[in-house]
Nanobody, 116 residues
């Protein structure tokens, strides 16, 4: 049973950067595909980036070329490097596994606000 804690959010200007972290506890982190999701007020939660246990990555079209997902299994941590941020990126960001997503289990997330 893995637990996930997101951090690193904050207020940044358009064009700025943030690096989000997702710290995991449990015994199955290294074998799990990890995802970053985001949810803006009044909008559906959307998948923005994924990384498999083997390191394969995928991204939503809206963030391709700007965001990079990575993982450090030794530290049980997943990262989301967010560059060239836009106001449309404003949302609460969550990390999750496939299993937790399937059963509707989410952490508190971390707020990202992009504004001048």
């Amino acid at each position: 049973q893995v637990q996930l804690v997101e951090s690193g959010g904050g207020l940044v200007q358009p064009g700025g950067s943030l690096r989000l972290s997702c710290a995991a506890s449990g015994t199955i982190f290294s074998s799990s595909t990890m995802h970053w999701y985001r949810q803006a007020p009044g909008k559906q939660r959307e998948l923005v980036a994924s990384i498999s246990s083997g390191g394969s990555t995928s991204y939503a079209d809206s963030v391709k070329g700007r965001f990079t997902i990575s993982r450090d299994n030794a530290k049980n941590t997943v990262y989301l490097q967010m560059n060239t941020l836009k106001p449309e990126d404003t949302a609460v960001y969550y990390c999750n596994t496939d299993f937790r997503t399937r059963i509707g289990r989410w952490g508190q997330g971390t707020q990202v606000t992009v504004s001048s």
